[in-house]
């Protein structure tokens, strides 16, 4: 009996333990993914997130906990464990504040072409280090090998770091796989492979057509809905692509997650990782959830069929992790960069809640406008008052006897005349730290980098989006529907658990950073989380 009773303990422990140490630390972001796709979409998963969502330890409750959620500040998020008021990313774009120029989050001049593709990009922007440094700069990570891709540029960069041993993207002009000389003078023998191995050709089929019966669809709502992103004629199935334009269509559809599955797949056997006696790192970011979900919404039936797609993608990917690196010998966590508004029109037709699309040139620029205007007119200047909309000219206030205060009150009574916007914050709120009533002011203080940030920014109405379009949605606000992102951990034998308190984003690489062993840095945002690390 005593023997009986110890074997039990023994097994108890060993349900609710720590993972092991890893040899291979996965992290995935599927760009632009709600944490409510699990719940609505959930029961169509048989595959890889399945097995992350039904066998791991799912945080239910994971926020980003900053505004802007936008691609850039959330891949760095994710991979610095760091807010973008500390990481320098920010947004996806910003206006220098010496210069008045626009900046784009990993451009860099000196990075130049890769096999005469690729180039001008780095994580030069990106001013703390990635969950790659950590281990590289550490005495375990001396033989490590970091590797970061995605479909974009500035998700492979700035999850990747500043030292990976390779950070890849995609070129729609070429159809391949690219990067900078920032990480590297030529491609990889494995890497040269598969772009040459015609990949588009022979697995991309001349028509998208959704996988599941058509009735399964059809449960979530229409096909046609005029305010989805046209494909050809139409916004509904089957999607042909267009003769020759296969490079670019397939960024919008789930071909272009499965080409960089198998491309990470050949980064897994080309680098051997995992398989050499080191901890190493591979990032890899699914763009295609964003890209199809700005044209099509998140209540569409490309929606549903790009996951549906991906959670049979990533069966293979793990089945093949499984084989080459062994199943107990990997960790993976599962994140987004950001979620996603609905399609106002959808909100307004189906969900019984006030929701509008503000097209800028027509909605807001005349405004803007209007207001500029009027402050040159009150501070009897002929210069701006409002640089770009997003700097003050404080000296003209002073010049005509205004205070500083007294302007940002004019501006504050301009800005909020405009339907589209329901509050503004200045730079000294959002540098402050005192307690504050006013809403959502602790997201703006987290995203706000001060060398680089503007003098306000604005909070658009809840439910609403700006855009240039009269079709597809967009994010980048501080409302649960655009910052509630999924939070995962799995590996081979942890138990099940789902966890409802709040969490963020940035606690994903300090966990797995605590898994793995390596030390983490002086000064983070995120924590491990005590679920997972116990």
Not at 161 to 188: C, E, Q, V
Not at 394 to 419: C, F, H, N, P
Request: aromatic share 12%; with cysteine.
């Amino acid at each position: 009996m005593r023997s009986f009773c110890a074997m039990l303990v023994l097994f108890t422990v060993t349900l609710t333990a720590a993972p092991p140490s890893p040899k291979l630390v996965v992290f995935l972001s599927v760009d632009q993914m709600r944490a409510d796709y699990f719940d609505r979409y959930g029961k169509y998963f048989t595959g890889g997130l399945h097995r992350l969502h039904a066998k791991g330890i799912v945080y239910t409750n994971a926020d980003l906990n900053y505004a802007t959620s936008e691609t850039g500040p959330g891949h760095a998020s994710l991979g610095t464990g760091s807010y973008p008021s500390a990481s320098g990313i920010h947004a996806n774009d910003w206006i220098d504040p010496e210069t008045k120029k626009n900046v784009y989050c990993v451009e860099d001049s000196t990075a130049g072409p890769v096999d005469g593709l690729g180039g001008g990009f780095s994580p030069r922007n990106q001013v703390v280090p990635a969950i790659g440094d950590w281990l590289k700069d550490s005495p375990k990570g001396k033989n490590s090998k970091v590797v970061s891709i995605s479909s974009k540029d500035r998700a492979a960069i700035l999850m990747g770091g500043w030292k990976p041993d390779g950070a890849y993207w995609y070129s729609r002009k070429s159809g391949t796989m690219t990067t900078s000389d920032y990480y590297m003078s030529t491609m990889p023998a494995w890497a040269k492979e598969f772009n040459a191995s015609g990949w588009i050709e022979k697995k991309v089929p001349d028509v998208w057509e959704r996988l599941l019966p058509a009735a399964e669809y059809e449960k979530i709502g229409p096909d046609e809905f005029a305010a989805e992103q046209q494909w050809g004629d139409d916004t509904s199935f089957p999607h042909p692509f267009a003769e020759g334009k296969k490079k670019d269509q397939i960024m919008g559809s789930p071909f272009g997650d499965q080409l960089l599955m198998e491309f990470a797949l050949a980064a897994v056997n080309g680098e051997k990782l995992g398989q050499r006696g080191s901890v190493d790192v591979l990032c890899v970011s699914f763009s295609n959830c964003d890209y199809v979900g700005h044209g099509f919404g998140p209540d569409s039936h490309e929606l549903l069929d790009l996951l549906v797609r991906l959670d049979r993608q990533l069966e293979i990917f793990f089945a093949e992790l499984d084989a080459r690196v062994g199943k107990d010998n990997y960790v993976v966590a599962l994140s987004a960069d950001h979620a996603v508004c609905p399609l106002p029109e959808f909100t307004s037709a189906y969900r019984n809640t006030p929701a509008k699309r503000y097209i800028y040139n027509e909605d807001i620029k005349p405004k803007l406008d209007s207001l500029s205007s009027l402050l040159k007119y009150e501070l009897d200047t002929s210069e701006d008052v409002l640089i770009k909309n997003s700097f003050i000219n404080y000296s003209l206030a002073v010049k005509d006897g205004w205070d500083t205060l007294a302007l940002q009150r004019e501006i504050t009574k301009g800005l909020l005349g405009i339907d589209a916007f329901v509050d503004v914050y200045f730079r000294h709120e959002m540098l402050g730290t005192a307690p504050s009533d006013k809403a959502y002011i602790q997201k703006y203080r987290n995203s706000y980098f001060a060398p680089r940030g503007e003098d306000f920014q604005y909070r658009i109405r809840e439910n609403c989006i700006i855009s240039s379009r009269s079709f597809g949605t967009t994010h980048g606000s501080p409302y649960r529907y655009d910052t509630h992102i999924p939070l995962l951990f799995w590996w081979n034998g942890v138990k099940p658990q789902k966890v409802a308190r709040e969490v963020h984003s940035v606690d994903a690489a300090p966990t797995l950073a605590k898994i793995a062993g390596i030390p983490l840095p002086a000064r983070l945002d995120g924590v491990p989380l005590k679920e997972v690390v116990k």
